[in-house]
Nanobody
């Protein structure tokens, strides 16, 4: 089965760093991946995505602080989060789907979601 599993969340103070990992398995052809988050009472939003040519897309609020990358050999997507702010507190999700449109942070384009990993940033 197509599966994505996140890890690496936790609690940090403002200004701290965390690295999230997402391992994908079972995908039998080219697929795209991205990072998303959902804070309590808010809609899920796209955070970062990686295109096949290596280009990246970020939501404005994390530009310059978060970095998305991928280890193709390990089928693992990463999100390095630096200079974390309390407003970054959310459940972070990894998502994947088949396609040639990689680089999107639009939630409806992804059908395979992980269970999420909690990130809590205290002031």
């Amino acid at each position: 089965a197509d599966l994505v599993v996140e890890s690496g969340g936790g609690s940090v103070q403002a200004g701290g760093s965390l690295r999230l990992s997402c391992e994908a398995s079972g995908f039998y052809r080219s697929y795209c991946m991205g990072w998303f988050r959902q804070a309590p009472g808010k809609e899920r939003e796209g955070v970062a995505a990686l295109d096949k040519d290596g280009s990246t897309k970020y939501v404005d609020s994390v530009k310059g602080r978060f970095t998305i990358s991928k280890d193709k050999a390990k089928n693992t997507l990463y999100l390095q989060m630096n200079s974390l702010k309390p407003e970054d507190t959310a459940m972070y999700y990894c998502a994947a789907d088949y396609g040639s449109w990689c680089g999107s942070i639009w939630v409806p384009e992804y059908n395979y979601w992980g269970q999420g990993t909690q990130v809590t940033v205290s002031a």
